[in-house]
Antibody
Framework: QVQLVESGGGLVKPGGSLRLSCAAS????????MSWIRQAPGKGLEWVSS????????YYVDSVKGRFTISRDNTKNSLYLQMNSLRAEDTAVYYC?????????WGQGTLVTVSS | EIVLTQSPGTLSLSPGEGATLSCRASQRVSSSYLAWYQQKPGQAPRLLIY???SRATGIPDRFSGSGSGTDFTLTISRLESEDFAVYYCQQYGSSPPVTFGGGTKVEIK
């Protein structure tokens, strides 16, 4: 079945780095735009970044530009988010999702906590 | 940036009642790129509606979407116990390419 599984979250100090991964299965990963969306504790959804199927087009929300880098490896059916210079306000559950006219499916999320 | 404003913030209703959720955009949104999601506590969001009015796979027909331009609506015709959740609208197409509304919580009265 179609599945996305995120990994790589954890506790990191302000200024630190983390690399999130999203493993896709059950569909032709290389055909689809992929995105990262986050949700701070008790808050709403915030789109973070998207990458086109061939990684020729990339978008970021302003608050992460210059700090986060999205990438993908279509040979490994995997999506990544390299997060540098992390701040307390980056604390959130990070979801990967496939764009199919809406975001569907979503992974289960991975929690990133930025705290000293 | 297109800002999506959802109202009301909270809707208190009883099972069997109908629910009407509003999503208003600060600028015109292409109907092709307006979606609605349901999120339950501890779970990832689930796509309900895409293209403003098309139901996603497996979504019951008590859920319907409508609207165009800057005003969109999600209607739940008869609430069932599993429908009590938070609902988000989302648009795609403007820069930044994706924004979400702040959400409407549908709670049991």
């Amino acid at each position: 079945q179609v599945q996305l599984v995120e990994s790589g979250g954890g506790l990191v100090k302000p200024g630190g780095s983390l690399r999130l991964s999203c493993a896709a299965s059950g569909f032709t990963f290389s055909d689809y735009y992929m995105s990262w969306i986050r949700q701070a504790p008790g808050k709403g959804l915030e789109w973070v970044s998207s990458i086109s199927s061939s990684d020729s087009t990339i978008y970021y929300v302003d608050s992460v530009k210059g700090r986060f880098t999205i990438s993908r490896d279509n040979t490994k059916n995997s999506l990544y988010l390299q997060m540098n210079s992390l701040r307390a306000e980056d604390t959130a559950v990070y979801y990967c999702a496939t764009w199919t006219g809406g975001f569907d499916p979503w992974g289960q999320g991975t929690l990133v906590t930025v705290s000293s | 940036e297109i800002v999506l404003t959802q109202s009301p913030g909270t809707l208190s209703l009883s099972p069997g009642e109908g629910a009407t959720l509003s999503c208003r955009a600060s600028q015109r949104v292409s109907s092709s790129y307006l979606a609605w999601y349901q999120q339950k506590p501890g779970q990832a969001p689930r796509l309900l509606i895409y293209g403003a009015s098309s139901r996603a796979t497996g979504i019951p027909d008590r859920f319907s979407g409508s609207g165009s331009g800057t005003d969109f609506t999600l209607t739940i015709s008869r609430l069932e116990s599993e429908d009590f959740a938070v609902y988000y609208c989302q648009q795609y197409g403007s820069s930044p390419p994706v924004t979400f509304g702040g959400g409407t919580k549908v709670e049991i009265k």
